[in-house]
């Protein structure tokens, strides 16, 4: 009798082995590995995680109050609501995002939009051999992509304990984003580095919020900038140690300091910095995730699924090779 209760305990033992075995494999055989997929999935579920009783979003997840809905300004709105702003010739730091194997790439930025800005930083996860470079800091985190979060913090607050408030805007980049400088400056010019700026490429995925691409690149204005790191000190610990997408996971602070989004559009409603090439509107489709998550506005204010690329003074794009950077062609 012993002997046939432990047959059928091993029996069980094993069908339930070859579930969790089965309902694994499923799991990695049907998630896809590709990021527009996965984006898609993401998209797809912000609709459905309330109707199961999970969170809907970052926001709620880890109850961060956001202080205003999430309103993507143009230039032009902005600007007849707040007034216009003098400020010559505003100081610009640029810092992007690398690590040791894609130098190549970090390399092209230093030697070609990088040397526009007053400073630039690249900011690297801690790697053995040593720099030589004043542009280069070594954080002390990994350089996995699950980091990316983590090495986010820690750069902002390197920037704060050495820089403060000493630069009127920031701008973040990818090392694989082609920046114009001037055209950034340009664009610049009318806002005051007193206000909370947070300007960029707008996106929305339901479970992520609004937020502006790290691939286009984000500018911050210097008071945002200070509101922000004053940010990293009040929020659950969690938040901070869990691996979030770090663009998506800054707009939610950025949002919970009443930041106001300014989208890097021109006065006919074309982008003017992207989180892809150029050359991929010239197909019939775009990335499924991008044409779902683009938030632009047009010139209502209100947000709509279609875009018009690009303009004539094209800000960022991205996704660019350091073949392409150097020579300054898409």
Not at 58 to 84: C, E, M, N, W
Not at 87 to 115: D, E, F, M
């Amino acid at each position: 009798m012993q002997s046939r209760r432990l047959q059928l305990k091993l029996v069980h033992g094993r069908l339930c082995l070859g579930l969790i075995f089965g309902l694994s494999l499923l799991i990695w055989v049907t998630f896809p590995s590709d990021p527009d997929h996965r984006r898609n999935l993401i998209l797809r579920a912000g609709n459905i995680l309330p109707f199961l009783g999970i969170p809907r979003d970052l926001a709620d997840y880890y109850g961060i109050a956001v202080k205003r809905p999430s309103f993507v300004h143009t230039k032009l709105s902005y600007l007849q609501h707040r007034g216009y702003q003098d400020v010559k010739n505003p100081k610009l730091l640029c810092w992007i995002t690398s690590y040791h194997g894609t130098r190549q790439r970090a390399a092209a930025v230093r030697h070609s939009w990088g040397q526009q800005c007053d400073k630039f930083l690249i900011m690297f996860p801690k790697f053995r051999d040593r720099t030589y470079n004043d542009e280069d800091v070594s954080l002390p985190v990994s350089y996995h992509y699950s980091a990316l979060w983590n090495r986010t913090q820690l750069a902002l607050l390197h920037l704060w304990e050495h820089f403060g408030t000493t630069y009127d805007f920031i701008l973040k980049a990818d090392d694989d984003t082609m920046v114009n400088v001037t055209a950034l400056r340009r664009f610049l010019h009318g806002f005051s580095p007193q206000d909370p700026l947070y300007m960029g490429h707008p996106l929305h995925i339901p479970t992520l919020g609004t937020y502006m691409s790290g691939g286009a690149g984000y500018t911050l204005s210097r008071r945002s900038f200070s509101l922000l790191i004053q940010a990293l000190t009040k929020n659950s610990p969690a938040f901070f140690r869990d691996s979030l997408p770090e663009d998506a996971a800054l707009g939610l602070l950025l949002a919970s300091v009443g930041a106001v989004l300014i989208a890097t559009v021109d006065s006919q409603d074309r982008l003017m910095s992207i989180p892809v090439r150029m050359t991929h509107f010239e197909g019939t489709q775009v990335a499924n995730w991008y044409t779902n998550a683009n938030a632009a506005p047009m010139k209502d204010g209100t947000s709509h699924q279609r875009f018009q690329c690009c303009s004539d003074f094209m800000i960022s794009q991205h996704y660019i090779s350091p073949e392409m950077m150097t020579k300054g062609t898409t």
